[in-house]
């Protein structure tokens, strides 16, 4: 063939591919506007794949024209950041991350990739690194046209990555308008914490210096949550059959498209010899933290289920348990960190719902090495009942106040009092008669907190009720004694709170009591609010019915 011919036969393929490659072109973009992402995520593909063949191809070529070797590039830039946009829209992060390298590497200033990779960042909790690209957009000349959202978008980063430096966090604002509008945005954080082997089981999270009460442990947002109404008795079983199955469908979707993810959650237990667990390392649940995984570590559905029966918990928002509108509102969600707690009914940590956000705060002081520890379950209940609820759970509880409660049970006074109750018998009776059994008994201390917290609805009511305290009110401890004692083993909590209030409000504050019941809400809440918004705190929980 002459050269002519092989220059024009060459021409003409080149001609062909160019063609194909405006059609595919404009079909991804059709579908990228109309926000169909999978579809456009298919067309950018073949998009990608057909220019990389085409710059090779010229590139084997002698005399190559450099402009349209540099169109070419320019073009698979585009489409590998327009491919990354969809990905990242249906979160698929992993692979829109991918694609945001590979076009920074053919133009390492790609206005549009530099914002793009920044909002997957973002959206990955990595907010120093996110800052990073948002900046340099702001350089870019194209900056000027959007200059107003990449602000916003840079003080966003800078708030969220001093947040999860410092933990300091407030809530003030929401709190002070009644929960009202849209939770606030968090950031993930994580305190001066490791992870252990435990006494209680397999590993637990320790605390690495010492923890003021109040003071934060960790923010971290679900993996997955799955919300619903659930009203009326005989809806409650299917729907929560329906709402456990989506819940599982949004776990399996994040573990199929984040490896990150996909690894942390593998680490957690299923519940069998937990004492065999691999002590994980705490930083590999700090968002900034690169490790190395594989995609071919895959994670069997059996296994998933098992771990999600163990760590998954009911989410228990902060705004309906202070409004008291939680009734038929029920949630279920993963959380990674948190699920290295343990349960103890004695815990020092307790868990704040805020949107889709778990904030775990020390409701005791914690000292440097000691294992925190929250309720899995209300620790104000009796042995009984919380031992049926921890069998629900697969958990034998070996805590000390199980174990102490678990020799004096055994004492026909306590199950006189346990069925008398049950029976209908005068509450302020079977407080009076713990009581006296306890002087009996000499159980002090902490022993007395735990069998006061275990017949807190007695001691609730009893307080509560005029006619019981007319009857009762000499002969039993006052209600701060009481609150105080169980406040002691099972730190902070709402209901205790809420009756420290009542009876200020009843015989009046002065500024003890009241800088007491402060620190108290502090407890139940942690120091996410500032004095002014604790105090709207405090009178919503005296207003919210039970
Ligand atoms: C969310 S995980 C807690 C972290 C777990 N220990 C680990 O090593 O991954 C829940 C599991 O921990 C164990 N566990 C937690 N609290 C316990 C307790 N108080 N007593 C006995 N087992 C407990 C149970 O096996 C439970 O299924």
């Known amino acids: 063939m002459l050269i002519a011919e092989m220059i024009e036969e060459t021409k003409q393929l080149l001609e062909m591919a160019e063609e194909r490659l405006q059609q595919l072109r404009s079909k991804a973009t059709e579908l990228l506007l109309r926000e169909e992402w999978k579809e456009a995520i298919g067309a950018y593909s073949q998009f990608i794949t057909l220019s990389k063949d085409q710059i090779f191809q010229t590139n084997q070529q002698q005399l190559s024209d450099p402009d349209q070797l540099q169109k070419l590039r320019k073009s698979l830039c585009l489409a590998l950041s327009n491919r990354a946009e969809a990905r990242s829209r249906l979160r698929e992060f992993h692979g829109a991350l991918e694609d945001c390298d590979q076009a920074l590497e053919i133009d390492g200033t790609h206005f549009k990739t530099l914002l793009c990779k920044g909002k997957i960042l973002l959206s990955l909790n990595r907010y120093s690194m996110a800052l990073d690209f948002f900046r340099a957009a702001l350089l870019h000349p194209q ?48 305190g001066v914490v490791e992870i252990k082997k435990s006494e209680i089981s397999g590993r637990g999270l320790f605390a690495a210096k010492n923890i003021d009460a109040g003071s934060l442990v960790l923010v971290t947002k679900a993996i997955a949550l799955e919300r619903s109404i659930l009203a009326g008795k005989d809806l409650c079983e299917d729907a929560q059959l329906v709402m456990w199955k989506n819940f599982i469908d949004k776990v399996a979707d994040v573990v199929r498209k984040c490896l990150r993810t996909r690894n942390l959650i593998s680490k957690l237990s299923s519940g069998e010899d937990e004492h065999e667990l691999e002590v994980v390392d ?20 059996d296994q998933m289920l098992a771990i999600l029966d163990v760590n998954s918990l009911t989410e228990d928002s902060v705004s309906s348990n202070v409004l008291g509108r939680n009734k038929d509102y029920y949630a279920v969600g993963l959380w990674l960190l948190p699920a290295l707690i343990n349960h103890s009914c004695c815990p020092n940590a307790r868990r704040l719902h805020v949107g889709d956000y778990l904030i775990v705060h020390a409701s005791k002081d914690i000292k440097a090495g000691e294992e925190i520890t929250f309720a899995y379950f209300d620790p104000l209940l009796p042995l009984y009942k919380r031992k049926e609820t921890s069998m629900t759970l697969g958990i034998h509880c070996r805590c000390k106040r199980c174990k102490f409660e678990a020799e004096i049970s055994s004492k026909q006074e306590v199950k006189e009092i346990e069925i008398g109750l049950e029976r209908g018998m005068d509450v302020g009776g079977a407080v009076y008669k713990l009581e006296e059994e306890m002087k009996r008994w000499k159980v002090r201390g902490k022993e007395r907190g735990y069998l006061r917290a275990s017949l807190w609805c007695a001691y609730s009511e009893t307080y509560r009720s005029d006619r019981s305290m007319k009857r009762w009110g000499r002969r039993i401890p006052a209600p701060d004694e009481v609150v105080d004692s169980i406040i002691n083993v099972v730190g902070g909590d709402e209901r205790l709170l809420k009756i420290l209030m009542e009876q200020l409000k009843k015989n009046g504050a002065g500024l003890m009591e009241m800088e007491k019941a402060m620190k108290l809400a502090r407890e139940v809440y942690g120091k996410v609010v500032k004095k002014q918004a604790m105090r709207t705190l405090l009178e919503l929980c005296i207003g919210a019915n039970e």
């Open 143 to 190: 900056a000027s046209g959007s200059s107003e959202s990449l602000n916003g978008y840079v003080e966003k980063s800078k708030k969220m990555d001093l947040l999860a430096r410092t933990g300091a966090l407030d809530l003030s604002d929401w709190v002070a308008n009644g929960f009202r509008g849209k939770s606030p945005e968090l950031a993930e954080y994580v």
């Open 282 to 301: 705490i930083s590999l649940f700090r968002p900034e933290t690169e490790f190395q995984v594989h995609s071919s570590d895959k994670m069997e559905m």
